[in-house]
């Protein structure tokens, strides 16, 4: 079955510092969303990516969608301490309607 | 509130018991799923609704889960003979879309079940 991996699995960063996260697929996927989860809360939907090769960005936050769509990444520019969270990628393949979420990478942001 | 709301949002129960959880997605959406989350780990599909009809199932669930959306609203999920395994947080989401466009998912706070 499908598989969607995230590296790394933890990160911990100063204030001000960037911050990537890395996602890959084990098959092609139609779509790509990304979720943010804050400590003792629900997933909340940030991006979805649906084109080969799509770059969007949101304030501080830069996501891209890999040329074979395949893989995905998330970059946050100069962190903030409202940053802090786990953030999961979530493939769709190209056919069937069920997401796969990654493991998640948390993220800690010291002030 | 107009969100994805579940119920309960705790639930202890003994291992052997039955146990039912309901959500109820936001008004508009035709599509709710179940997801299962444990700490540490991303969510994991269970179960898909588009409005009352069930169209995808993990084949993860063993046959002690069972999920039904009767009139294309809400949505219950039970798990019977409960075992230590099934103790995760589980999530719903709802969304709407058409025959092949597939939007952002709405979460629940989720109910998290302990099984002593």
């Known amino acids: 079955g499908q598989q969607v991996m995230q590296i790394p699995q933890y990160q911990h960063v100063q204030e001000g510092e960037d911050f990537t996260t890395y996602c890959n697929s084990s098959?092609?996927?139609?779509?790509i969303q990304w979720y943010k989860q804050r400590p003792g809360g629900h997933p909340v939907f940030l991006i979805q990516l649906v084109k080969s090769g799509e770059v969007k960005k949101q304030k501080r936050l830069t996501f891209q969608f890999g040329e074979a769509k395949k893989n995905s990444s998330l970059h946050i520019t100069a962190t903030q301490t409202t940053d802090v969270g786990t953030y999961f990628c979530a493939g769709r393949p190209a056919s069937g309607s069920r997401l796969t979420f990654g493991e998640g990478t948390q993220l800690t942001v010291n002030p | 509130d107009t969100g994805v709301s579940q119920d309960p949002r705790h639930k202890i129960t003994k291992r052997g018991q039955n146990v039912t959880f309901r959500c109820d997605p936001i008004?508009?959406?035709?599509?709710l799923y179940w997801y299962r989350q444990t700490l540490g780990q991303g969510p994991e599909f269970l179960t898909y609704?588009?409005?009352?009809?069930?169209?995808?199932k993990s084949r993860l669930l063993s046959d002690r889960f069972s999920a039904e959306r009767p009139k294309g609203s809400f949505s219950t999920l039970e798990i019977q003979r409960t075992e230590q395994g099934d103790s995760a947080m589980y999530l719903c989401a709802s969304s709407f879309g058409g025959p092949s466009s597939y939007n952002e998912q709405f979460f629940g706070p989720g109910t998290r079940l302990t099984v002593l």
């Open positions: 609704f588009q409005n009352e009809a069930q169209l995808e």
């Open positions: 098959t092609t996927l139609s779509n």
């Open positions: 008004s508009e959406h035709n599509r």
